[in-house]
């Protein structure tokens, strides 16, 4: 395995890659790996045959700068975990080789205000304004930004995803469709705990009492997917808001049902339709999202 820091030596190693026809899987992370990245470089590794895995903490995507520094950092257990499923490559780049000092001073206000080397705007419609988006103004912006740079430096044939961060996936396959990136974007499931709690890198800064509560998210969202068919999604949204209600340690953010592909809260679920049910609390200090698909 190796790591790279620099931008154009990882791109000198691809290039020669691409020359001797292999096909590249890239995996997108910001550290803090546990079992769930780990199922997404495995498999990228059984699909491609060269798998690059980027560590980057971006910090264009935090609204909540003491949220950027609380997000735990961990590249030498990260570099074992991935060394031991074979990751072909790691890409950990420094804040300065990924961003001018001009791009981190805009703080990217407008999707208008994003580099795209293109010269191509992005209109997201309803993705980027319904919850994660109507919580976390800019969030979106930011992911897009680091997202497109890291596909133009890597190149990928097939990109990796998480399906826990269900809103983020739909963004980054509306945005690789606008910019015509030649790109497979591949959403994986959720890996959960044993317990169901969503695997996530923000866990370990749950306290133990925390983190013996956590499950009931998971728990909230089983009993919605199997009451769906004979619930109606008001009492589908009542009963989950009022179960987070229960328990003094949690904040409930939002909890939406949505037509799975293009994101719009639904007020009935109708026959053959896909959604899917997100939710996002805090419990204690530590902000969790999770969603199961319904219908």
């Known amino acids: 395995m190796i790591v790279y820091n620099r931008i ?15 096909t590249i899987g890239f995996v997108p992370t910001m550290g803090a790996l546990h079992a769930g990245h780990i199922a997404l470089v495995q498999k990228s590794k059984a699909e491609n045959d060269i798998t690059v895995c980027s560590i980057f903490v971006n910090p264009t995507q935090f609204n909540d700068l003491s949220d950027l520094e ?3 950092r961990t590249l030498e257990n990260d570099s074992r975990l991935l060394e031991a499923v074979d990751c072909d490559l790691i890409f950990a780049p420094e804040v300065l080789e990924m961003y001018t000092e001009a791009e981190l001073a805009l703080k990217l206000k407008k999707v208008e205000d994003l580099a795209w080397t293109e010269g191509k705007t992005i209109d ?3 993705l980027d304004k319904v919850m994660e988006g109507a919580h976390r103004p800019g969030h979106f912006n930011g992911v897009a930004q680091v997202v497109s740079k890291l596909f133009r430096i890597v190149e990928p044939h097939k990109a990796y995803f998480g399906q826990k961060d269900f809103q983020q996936l739909a963004i980054i396959r509306s945005m690789t469709k606008q910019l015509g990136m030649p790109i497979e974007i591949i959403g994986c499931p959720i890996v959960r705990e044993s317990d169901g709690l969503a695997m996530s890198s923000r ?10 509560l956590a499950p009931l998210i998971y728990k909230t969202l089983y009993a919605v997917q199997q009451n769906a068919s004979k619930s109606s999604i008001v009492e589908l949204k009542a009963f989950a808001e009022n179960e987070i209600k229960k328990e003094a340690s949690m904040s409930l953010e939002y909890f939406e049902i949505s037509d799975a592909n293009t994101l719009e809260p639904i007020h009935e679920l109708k026959s053959q339709q896909t959604a899917v049910a997100c939710i996002a609390l805090k ?6 999202i999770d969603n199961v698909v319904i219908g």
């Open 70 to 72: 609380k997000y735990p």
């Open 203 to 212: 866990n370990v800064r749950l306290t133990e009492k925390e983190r013996a």
């Open 283 to 288: 419990l204690g200090a530590v902000r969790l």
């Open 8 to 22: 154009q030596e990882l791109k000198k190693h691809l290039n020669i890659a691409r020359s001797q026809g292999k």
């Open 124 to 126: 997201f419609g309803i």
